[in-house]
């Protein structure tokens, strides 16, 4: 499967939090004792694994939550912010149900770790179409039935209006495979989503307007 | 009596026609909340402990420590000391706390002491499965033995279609709230109406206190009927917490490991036939397993029923591996395989187009003409004609193209359903059914068919479903919700309107029978002038609404539905002989559902279906380690699903010629996602020379079979 992701990069951090779990699973007796350790406590750059604030900016607005360091960014969205768009389904970089942009790339939510999303722009499925305003990117999905049962559903819209806001030209459905490559939908509706793509991009050009 | 026929083709408004899904919206901008999104008021998470080893004895378990974790409020124990654990995976212990994190810590920190007993995970070497293989009894039927001596030619091949899991996106799972003597469930299934008995049964709690609440579902497949161990766990997760939900969901990698599986089907198969490509005899030696019950024969041969002379073998091998659940078209696409490549094989021993030699013997099938003409629009859409070559007779290139095609069947009859239509004086409708809706657009079938019997708008019926209060109505399985929704949604919205009529006639001056519902009005039939807006005709009940219910009825369906039907499905590819690459280069399928109410969803419906024949053909494989006896690829990179950019032209062409309209509405869940998966594997013959006899047609073993022509 090819992907056109960016692996999240966290700046002077463990970015993967298969590493991060593997130490959850050896490290269990020494979290119960540090538990009771003031995060703050622990040194420069150390953190957690008791819980931590975490200020998140998303679809332009300030979240506070506070999560253990090892808590996704996906995690973070779905289980303490109640934002239920992105699906955690692979949980593993894989499949794209959970695509958001941040900072204007499109990622994979459950590949990064909520700490490390601060400071970031990051934009969520929430976020589109706001004031009321239907995004064409999901209008077309409609329209062209690019959804069955729906799960992969957002993480496509998203990976869509990312590809659409960095390429605004889209034009073959060569392209839009592409930029799609890494997201996965089990019920099989890539014919509607090619054609929705497609036709989405047609409509913000002829619109144009990039972000609605 | 109401009439209770569909309105002629040319008169149905809707019906027939493409329109949008009447929940698209709130699905592609994430508002659609699925069970596995829900954030109740004091919600806990749960998490499974699972058992590592394929065979186990279960020595000593220790919750103490898992006990004490912080925001733990319960730990529940499945299995104890001495039982015996026949698959990796299997449920061991649940745990609830106030964070996910904490819940999944608490697991790690159960201690669990296992004796390992020898095991077994693999079935495609029946010699290997020693006494774990039972043997069904030979079925014979005609003189095999006369007719393979009497045979113009032989054709014996060996097949493997391997396990493959349902990989549903939304895991397995729900949130459950047991407070005091009332359980509220909200699953991820695909039986709304019984998903609730089934688990008052478990939690021995009478039906009626289980509360059933789902909007969405995120994929089933087939593996999402009952309330099983985490929902049973949840709930009493729950009431051990003192009543708050509990949010039980399975892991990606618990997901593939036992939450269902299709069964294997490895086999030989021996056909005798004449010169001109007719089939006379039939023999297979098959084996399968779903896991630790076996595997039972596929219906074989496929489709091609009533070939004469018949020796049929089969095993089914028990193996420690996590068990079977239904898959889409259950034990067809096995079957399928199994018969439509053995057809495409002896057709290259003949050296004839097999389009020819499946005509041929159409005539062993139950629906002869209904497979010529569809292997004809068939081969017209993919240019049969001009783009078939006698099997590996395709040019110098390493890149090689090939045709294949395959046959299915499938019965989808509607099933039991009941539905509750009620009219506001308000002008307001609004349609009742315990159904559920996954993904194949039952709420904007039921909307069409509810808008086509009132002459009233798509946008106008208030859909709702997801709930056992409403009346009941079957599970979603075997493709029986379409005809079944339909059957009961036409008749209550007629009986409605009769009620409806009762109340116009006197205001309008025409006796009832001369009323008709047409564009969202009441008018006298031939005098159109003579009429009611659907507003004012309503206002006319006053104080009063209509309630109707209507039921579909499997045994006496009426006109409205039926049972039945074939397909056919061609595929091209081209196979890299340099790195073994299968690459899709167009699959058409023509599918016949009979009646069609919305032409936009059936088509999804089979363009998906076909999807997933890529993805079973070319990628899906469930892989079991014999060594530790565990799944080896349960996440989402090793088990591969086709992506966008690997599913080449698809071309889906619905029968909706008058004599399949006629037949009433059938399911189409099912048929389509049939035949796609050996068509692709016959193709991939006629490109390269050889056929590759275990899918999924892998770049491993294409480059392997083609060693093996080469040697």
């Known amino acids: ?212 | 009596m109401p009439e209770y026929s569909w309105p002629p083709k040319e008169k149905r408004r809707l019906m027939g026609k493409r329109h949008d899904r009447i929940d698209g919206l709130e699905k592609a901008t994430g508002k659609a909340k699925y069970g596995s999104d829900l954030n109740l008021p004091g919600m806990l998470h749960g998490a499974l402990l699972t058992c590592p080893h394929a065979h186990a004895r279960v020595v000593s378990i220790d919750t103490s420590a898992a006990e004490r974790m912080p925001g733990v409020t319960a730990v529940r124990l499945i299995a104890k000391a001495g039982d015996e654990i026949q698959w990796a995976g299997a449920e061991i212990a649940a745990v609830s706390a106030k964070t996910e994190e904490q819940a999944r810590d608490a697991v790690k920190a159960i201690q669990v002491q296992y004796e390992p007993l020898p095991h077994l995970v693999h079935e495609h070497d029946l010699q290997k499965a020693g006494p774990r293989a039972k043997a069904a009894g030979e079925v014979l039927e005609g003189d095999p033995d006369e007719a393979f001596k009497t045979a113009d030619v032989i054709s014996e091949q060996m097949y493997g279609i391997p396990v493959i899991t349902h990989c549903c996106l939304e895991p397995h799972g729900n949130v459950v709230r047991w407070q005091g003597d009332k359980v509220d469930l909200y699953p991820s299934t695909q039986n709304v109406s019984g998903i609730g008995g089934d688990l008052a049964k478990s939690l021995e709690l009478p039906a009626a206190q289980v509360a059933v609440h789902q909007d969405h579902i995120g994929g089933g497949f087939g593996s999402k009927f009952v309330a099983d161990r985490w929902g049973v766990e949840a709930a009493r997760l729950s009431k051990a917490s003192g009543g708050a939900p509990v949010k039980l969901f399975l892991d990606r990698a618990t997901e593939l490991t036992i939450a269902g599986v299709r069964p294997s089907a490895y086999g030989v198969v021996k056909l005798g036939a004449k010169k001109d490509g007719t089939v006379t005899v039939w023999e297979s030696r098959t084996w399968a397993s779903g896991g630790f019950t076996g595997g039972n024969s596929p219906p074989i041969p496929y489709v091609f029923t009533r070939i004469p002379n018949k020796r049929q073998n089969h095993s089914a091998v028990s193996i420690n591996a996590g068990g079977a659940r239904a898959w889409r078209a259950p034990n067809h696409q096995q079957a399928c395989y199994l018969t439509c490549s053995a057809l495409e094989d002896l057709a290259a021993k003949l050296k004839m187009d097999p389009v020819e030699l499946f005509k041929k013997n159409a005539d062993w099938t139950p629906r002869p003409e209904v497979y010529r003409s569809q292997i004809d629009k068939a081969a017209e859409l993919i240019d049969w004609k001009k783009k078939w070559h006698p099997r590996g007779d395709s040019g110098s290139s390493h890149l090689k193209r090939g045709l294949g095609l395959a046959l299915h069947t499938w019965q989808g009859g509607g099933h039991a359903s009941q539905a509750r239509t009620t009219i506001h004086a308000d002008g307001t409708v609004e349609i009742e059914l315990g159904s559920q809706d996954l993904g194949t657009g039952t709420r904007t079938a039921i909307a069409i068919v509810a808008a086509e019997t009132l002459g009233l708008r798509i946008q106008d019926i208030r859909v709702k479903i997801g709930e056992n209060a409403y009346p009941p109505s079957g599970a979603s399985g075997g493709s029986t919700t379409i005809g079944g929704v339909s059957g009961s949604t036409r008749r209550s919205m007629t009986h409605a309107l009769d009620k409806l009529f009762d109340v116009v006639a006197p205001v309008l001056g025409a006796p009832k029978e001369q009323l008709e519902a047409v564009d969202g009005k009441i008018q006298v039939k031939g005098n159109p002038a003579k009429n009611l807006t659907w507003q004012a005709a309503c206002a006319k009940l006053g104080m009063n609404k209509i309630s109707e219910m209507g039921t579909n009825d499997p045994k006496n369906p009426g006109g409205l539905t039926s049972a039945g039907v074939g397909g056919v499905q061609m595929a091209e590819v081209e196979v890299d002989t340099e790195t073994g690459l299968v690459r899709m280069i167009k699959t058409v399928a023509v599918q016949d559902c009979g009646t069609i109410v919305n032409l936009k969803t059936a088509e999804s419906q089979t363009y998906g279906s076909v999807i997933m024949s890529i993805c079973a053909a070319l990628m899906e494989e469930r892989i079991m380690d014999a060594q530790t006896g565990r799944v080896l690829n349960p996440d989402m990179e090793f088990y591969k699903l086709a992506g966008i950019g690997d599913i080449g032209e698809i071309v889906v062409y619905m029968n909706m010629e008058k004599e399949y309209d006629d037949r009433g509405v059938i399911g189409l869940g099912e048929p389509p996602a049939i035949g796609g998966i050996t068509a692709i594997a016959n193709a991939v013959a006629n490109a390269i020379g050889v056929r590759v006899s275990h899918v999924p047609l892998t770049p491993e073993r294409v480059l392997a079979a083609l060693e093996r022509r080469n040697a």
């Open chain 1, 1 to 212: 499967m090819k992907s056109k992701k960016d692996p999240p990069q966290g700046k002077g951090s463990v970015s993967r939090r298969g590493f991060i779990r593997g130490v959850g699973v050896s490290g269990g007796a020494l979290g119960l004792v540090s538990t009771s350790v003031p995060a703050a406590a622990q040194g420069a750059g150390a953190m957690g694994p008791g819980p931590v604030p975490v200020t998140l900016r998303i679809n332009g607005q300030t979240k506070n939550v506070t999560v253990e360091p090892r808590v996704t960014l996906l995690d973070a969205l779905r289980n303490h912010l109640d934002m239920t768009g992105a699906k955690r389904v692979c949980d593993r970089g894989t499949c794209g149900a959970c695509t958001v942009i941040m900072n204007g790339k499109v990622v994979y939510a459950c590949s990064v770790l909520a700490v490390d999303a601060q400071g970031k722009d990051i934009q969520t499925i929430e976020g589109l179409g706001q004031g009321g305003r239907t995004h064409p990117v999901a209008a077309a999905f409609v329209r062209h039935d690019a959804q069955q049962c729906g799960y992969c559903t957002p993480g496509f819209v998203m990976a869509a209006k990312g590809l659409l806001d960095r390429n605004p030209n889209v034009r073959t459905e060569a392209e839009v495979e592409q930029a799609l490559g890494g997201n996965l939908c089990r019920c099989g509706t890539y014919v509607g989503v090619r054609k929705a793509v497609l036709d989405a991009a047609r409509e913000m050009k002829t619109r144009g307007g990039r972000n609605a």
